[in-house]
């Protein structure tokens, strides 16, 4: 069974400094991997997904994520944090290919505080 | 443009209390789904869509009904509702069932007293 594994459920950051927030799979096939963010009060929307090509995929709002086969792991970074991204963070899996909608998994979420 | 719309925002309810929450999306999609967001377990699936007439569940469905008449709408029926149903719901749709991103409401936060 696929699942997914986010071992930071809290991290706090200085603004401007780097951030990495971790992710592992576990997935039979080439995964779909995904990372959003939920802020609060609000529902998720879509940082960046990855299914093939480059192992580094560009976001939205200056984050990054790298796909790493051989370690199961697909951490999300972001090289200077602003205050404005203190939210949770979820990575999620799911199959490639048609009829996987209803297959993917989320993890439990990092929630991210930003100090100034 | 609206999205994913979703009401009301809060309710509570007493056990035994039916209600339905409302979801709406203006995008012409095809796959709607319903999660349940509860702390340290992350999102489950309850039931989803993939078009007018058509449903099926998904990891929780138990104590949950739901219907598709009509592509842009997909409530999410509480029968007799249990306070292990007190969580966020959140609705969710995507324009086709190969994983492409999906857009979600913004919440309902449910408590079932």
């Known amino acids: 069974a696929q699942s997914v594994t986010q071992p930071d459920i809290h991290i706090t950051v200085s603004e401007g400094a780097s951030l990495e927030l971790r992710c592992n799979y576990s997935?039979?096939?080439?995964?779909?991997l995904f990372w959003y963010v939920q802020s609060p009060g609000q529902g998720l929307q879509l940082l960046l997904k990855y299914f093939s090509g480059d192992t580094l995929v560009q976001g939205i709002k200056g984050f990054e994520a790298e796909f790493k086969r051989s370690q199961s792991s697909f951490n999300l970074r972001k090289p200077s944090v602003h205050w404005s991204d203190a939210a949770e963070y979820f990575c999620a899996v799911g199959p490639l290919g048609s009829g996987g909608y209803q297959k993917v998994t989320f993890g439990i979420g990092t929630k991210l505080q930003v100090i100034p | 443009n609206a999205g994913v719309t979703q009401t009301p925002k809060f309710q509570v309810l007493k056990t035994g209390q039916s209600m339905t929450l409302q979801c709406a999306q203006d995008?012409?999609?095809?796959?709607m789904s319903w999660y349940r967001q509860d702390p340290g377990m992350g999102l489950r699936l309850i039931h989803y869509s993939v078009g007018a007439g058509i449903t099926d569940q998904g990891e929780v469905p138990n104590g949950y009904n739901v219907s598709r008449s009509t592509t842009e709408d997909f409530p999410l029926r509480l029968l007799s509702a249990a306070p292990s149903q007190t969580s966020v719901y959140f609705c969710?749709?995507?324009?086709?069932?190969?994983?492409?991103?999906?857009?979600f409401g913004s919440g309902t936060q449910l408590s079932v007293l």
């Open positions: 969710a749709s995507s324009y086709t069932g190969n994983n492409e991103k999906l857009f």
């Open positions: 997935y039979g096939a080439t995964p779909y």
């Open positions: 995008m012409n999609h095809e796959y």
